[in-house]
Nanobody, 127 residues
Framework: QVQLVESGGGLVQAGDSLRLSCAAS????????MGWFRQAPGKERDLVAA????????YYTDSVKGRFTISRDNAKNTVDLQMNSLNPEDTAVYYC????????????????????WGQGTQVTVSS
């Protein structure tokens, strides 16, 4: 079983950048598709970005395209989310999640397929 721990959240101003990091332990991440989700108060948890086990394929929700970049380092067992040009609508708790995959090229975009979650890290963007 893999365990996930997020870090890097905080309070920033609109236009600023943040880099979130997800560290995994227990198992190597290379066999897992990884995703970053976010949940704002009163809203559902939504997928923000996802990356294949190999790191070659990625997915972004429309609202973050061009601003966020997901990356992974399988040697370090980490997955990062670089967030630029942040705006107040990005305020949420951000979660890292893992989904075991057979093929390293698979990008998992369905929330139900993720079965391992971190505890979340708060990102607050002030206007």
């Amino acid at each position: 079983q893999v365990q996930l721990v997020e870090s890097g959240g905080g309070l920033v101003q609109a236009g600023d950048s943040l880099r979130l990091s997800c560290a995994a332990s227990g198992r190597t991440l290379k066999n897992y598709g990884m995703g970053w989700f976010r949940q704002a108060p009163g809203k559902e948890r939504d997928l923000v970005a996802a990356i294949s086990g190999s790191g070659e394929a990625t997915y972004y929700t429309d609202s973050v395209k061009g601003r966020f970049t997901i990356s992974r380092d399988n040697a370090k067992n980490t997955v990062d989310l670089q967030m630029n040009s942040l705006n107040p609508e990005d305020t949420a708790v951000y979660y890292c999640a893992a989904s075991f995959v057979i093929r390293s090229s698979t990008v998992v975009v369905t929330t139900e397929q993720y079965d391992t979650w971190g505890q979340g890290t708060q990102v607050t963007v002030s206007s």
